[in-house]
């Protein structure tokens, strides 16, 4: 029976304010914390070293047998007490309300084997808390009263950092699986994927059956059916409020994680060690999170794996949230439950901020993906087989929109709004978004890639409409021209009015998948790149850098060199390849560039500030390895700037940035063929041996370490010391996990061209600042533009053409498929 009295009696939970029942809130509300402890399997001994009293769960500390520790939950649960238990008293109460607009997330969280899958799944005889919700749903009171109500469902897996489609047949999934994406309002969607619509429970239960058998699922040494991925089901009803006149929507997520495994144990083959890394990691993530949420940290890593990043909202977010301990008894999964317990005490001070959700007063277009209204939009109940039934929709999730602009706008709904091409007010763009604090000064400046992608796709989506507009008004035209009877009869008139298509054009729909995916596909886009292993990285390189190399043999040199410098995002400390990238641009961008470039603009000496971020290896390694002393990576540059503040990923991206700033800068000469590799690009910086004898040794932990006075340093860039450019000005060095890393910030001076003449001046090589591309994407000039980023001439004028048609962010969808930067991206943005 649940250690749980009287379920009236729970304390309150909520710092916003409390509904009649004690558990429906809106406004601040903290997670609420259940631990339940599952029964002892037939095969396992019973060395229980768990105890519950009431809301309390006691282990024995194993050190010290005399002491216990106390974990204090909002509800504990043993091993006598039943599923039905579990939804009455604690599932149902937060599943009611979806019926205010609410969202609601309920997750599992546990080792493996402690009883996640029972919980959240359960089996024939024992239905878990899926099947009782969607049950529950069709049986309350509200539905059948009112029999106003569209429900359907998505499931989803997330195995080894992937998302698959789990209403889809394994066998239709791409490798890739399918993105995660952000909308402008902070809400997390994924694209593509398929939302059955359900009229009763068992329709569900058939569906829902079959996406189990979809789900990955192994046997290992502690678990006979363990599940390898991360299970995340999503119920949505959606119906109008007469009071509000509006459409509103109620979703609960109900989330089945992967336990986290201890290898040593399991004795996990190679694959089922590669899943086990995959969970462990994203586990180790949801720890990161919670940790940063509870320590008020700037940032909250939720990006860094997709589990965390779909629970987003219910950590800290929008959603009311629910999480469940599971812990299996037995002395042999002590230190797990120690952990789990340690995890979930932590986990008690996360806030959410929960939001009644309105959508768009219109029901949307099917192929965007809002639920059904109506009986219409409803499976028949017959079919559930991929692809024929009628109620499948492959959809994008529709984010809410709860403002009052969308509600009112009419029009707005039948498009997807991150689709519906209106351009953001002023007001818009300035104000952060609803329930976040927002960054500091005008919002636009601290938009995050998502919101630009957001905006990017709605304009790609405007551009594409204007141009099916006018081509359906010349198919008209000509039309009417050739159907008129007789000369001189009346014609229409030379313009044609024609109505805006009330859906997108498939066209304009398969343009956008087409950007997603490309999005989707940047090595970096959602932090993948820093969870990647040094082998996937280099086996990823390789492969972009055998495609490159056949490209470039076929003669599609652009092509090529795109895949060499995705390759070179995943390894950005290959020199060779670095160097094979430059001298290629060279070849190919030669002619225009140095056309371009021997007008000769005001050469002008300025300094530019160079920040670099290097590491050394402790002592121990450099003396084994005297190569190991010299410093590794280098990093960002801004010219006639302070020096820019890098993160420890930015740099590891940037890491070739500064190689290319000092080759650019240091060949004023734009005539320069270039066919011979540039000594510049070998640039390193060392420590002289003095200063590594004098040097502390490394700590493992600790506080940073100030550093020994490391002024006299030497840069190796080929000049002799005295005539060297390169000045080190300041040195700050900090100690962490055995190796010494250090932030210094270099003056150069050195001859470059003035920005905005620099652009006629560098050669084509170089890569431009920001405000050299802008000045050169405003200028118009077709050379300098083909020259950017080695595109062709026909490019290059339609990226004009867009620019001064449209102002800069017409052409942003170009710019963007021909991989400009996202800052570059951002800039243009602004500009319009
Ligand atoms: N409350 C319970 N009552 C009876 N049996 C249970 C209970 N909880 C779990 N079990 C049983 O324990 C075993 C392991 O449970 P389950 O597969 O749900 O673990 P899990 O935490 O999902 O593991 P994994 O993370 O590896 O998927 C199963 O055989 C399940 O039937």
Not at 310 to 321: F, K, N, T, V
Not at 501 to 523: F, G, K, N
Request: overall charge positive.
């Amino acid at each position: 029976m649940p250690s749980e009295p009287n379920p009236k009696k729970r304390p309150r939970t909520s710092t916003g304010s409390v509904d009649e029942d004690s558990t429906s809130t809106t406004g601040s509300t903290r997670i609420r914390i259940l631990c339940r402890v599952r029964p002892f399997l037939k095969h396992e001994t019973t060395d229980d070293c768990i105890t519950l009293e009431d809301r309390t769960v006691r282990i024995v500390n194993q050190r010290n047998p005399a002491e216990a520790f106390r974990y204090e939950f909002d509800a504990c649960y043993d091993a006598q007490a039943s599923q039905s238990d579990l939804f009455q008293r604690d599932v149902r109460p937060l599943v009611d309300n979806i019926f205010k607009g609410l969202d609601a997330t309920m997750f599992c969280y546990g080792v493996t084997g402690a009883g996640k899958t029972h919980t959240v799944q359960g089996d024939a005889q024992n239905p878990g808390l899926i099947p009782r919700t969607v049950e529950y749903l069709f049986t309350n009171k509200r539905m059948r009263n009112k029999l106003k109500y569209s429900v359907a469902f998505t499931y989803f897996e997330i195995y080894k950092e992937s998302v698959f489609d789990l209403l889809v047949p394994r066998d239709h999934h791409s490798s890739s699986g399918l993105p995660i994406r952000e909308d402008a309002h902070h809400n997390i969607f994924i694209p593509n994927l398929t939302e059955q619509s359900i009229a009763s429970y068992s329709e569900f239960q058939r569906a829902f059956q079959a996406a189990c058998r979809n789900r990955s699922t192994a046997s290992t040494k502690l678990n006979v059916a363990s599940s390898r991925s991360h299970a995340v089901l999503t119920v949505q009803i959606t119906w109008h409020d007469t009071v509000r006149n509006a459409d509103l929507r109620g979703r609960v997520h109900l989330i089945d994680l992967a336990g986290s495994e201890d290898n040593r144990r399991t004795e996990n083959g190679k694959d089922r060690m590669a899943e086990s890394g995959a969970i462990n990691k994203s586990l180790f993530v949801l720890g990161q999170v919670v940790e940063a949420l509870n320590t008020g940290a700037q940032r909250i890593p939720y990006r860094d794996s997709k589990m965390t990043r779909i629970l987003q909202q219910s950590l800290g977010g929008r959603s009311l949230g629910m999480m469940i301990v599971n812990v299996a008894p037995g002395q042999k999964f002590y230190l797990e439950t120690y952990n789990t317990l340690n995890f979930a005490t932590k986990s008690k001070t996360i806030v959410n901020n929960a939001r009644v959700h309105a959508v768009a007063a219109t029901p949307m277009e099917p192929q965007y993906g809002a639920v059904g209204l109506g009986k219409a939009r409803r499976g028949s109940g017959a079919d559930v087989a991929a692809g024929s039934d009628p109620a499948r929709k492959r959809v994008k999730v529709a984010p809410p929109h709860a403002t009052a602009d969308n509600r009112a706008r009419p029009g707005l709904a039948k498009v997807h709004p991150r689709l519906s091409g209106s351009r953001l007010s002023d007001s818009q763009r300035s104000q952060p978004p609803p329930g976040r604090g927002g960054p500091t000064g005008p919002y636009l400046m601290g938009r995050k890639l998502e919101d630009f992608e957001a905006v990017l796709e709605s304009k790609v989506e405007r551009i594409m409409e204007k141009k099916a507009r006018e081509l359906k008004g010349q198919t008209l035209q000509l039309q009417a021209n050739h159907n008129a009877p007789l000369a001189g009869a009346i014609r229409p008139p030379a313009t044609t009015t024609v109505p805006i298509p009330a859906a997108i054009d498939p066209s304009v729909q398969e343009r956008l998948v087409r950007l997603e995916m490309r999005l989707a596909a940047q090595p970096n886009a959602e932090g993948i790149l820093d969870l990647l292993s040094p082998t996937t990285k280099h086996k990823n390189a390789q492969a972009y850098v055998k495609r490159g190399k056949l490209l470039e043999k076929q003669g599609h040199i652009e092509e090529a060199l795109i895949h060499f410098e995705r390759a070179a995002e995943f390894v950005p400390d290959r020199d060779t390849l670095l160097k094979y990238i430059q001298k290629l641009k060279r070849k190919h961008g030669a002619g225009a560039g140095s056309k371009g470039g021997s007008g000769g603009g005001n050469q002008s000496t300025m300094p530019t500030a160079v920040m670099f971020k290097f590491t050394c290896a402790p002592p121990d390694a450099r003396e084994n390895n005297p190569r190991a002393a010299n410093t590794t990576a280098t990093t960002t540059t801004a010219t006639n700037m302070a020096p820019v503040k890098v993160t420890a990923r930015r740099a590891r991206q940037n890491a070739p940035l500064l190689q290319r700033l000092l080759a650019a800068a240091e060949e004023p000469d734009a005539n320069d063929s270039g066919d011979d590799d540039d000594d510049s690009e070998s640039f390193t910086v060392t420590t002289t041996a003095a200063q590594r004898a004098s040097r502390p040794a490394p700590r493992r932990s600790g506080p940073p370490i100030i550093p020994p006075d490391l002024s006299p340093m030497s840069i190796d860039d080929g000049y002799p010391s005295s005539t060297s450019p390169h000045q080190i000005n300041l040195a700050n060095l900090t100690c962490s996990r055995g190796s010494l890393s250090m932030t210094a910030t270099t003056t150069t001076t050195t001859t470059a061209a003035a920005v905005p003449t620099a652009c006629a001046t560098l050669p084509a090589k170089a890569r431009r600042t920001e405000s050299e591309v802008l000045t050169i994407l405003n200028g118009g000039d077709l050379r300098m533009i083909m020259a950017l980023k080695g595109i062709g001439k026909k490019r290059a004028e339609q990226i004009r053409e867009f620019v001064h048609t449209e102002g800069p962010l017409g052409g942003l969808a170009e710019l963007a498929f021909i991989g400009f930067k996202e800052s570059v991206l951002k800039k243009l943005l602004e500009a319009d």
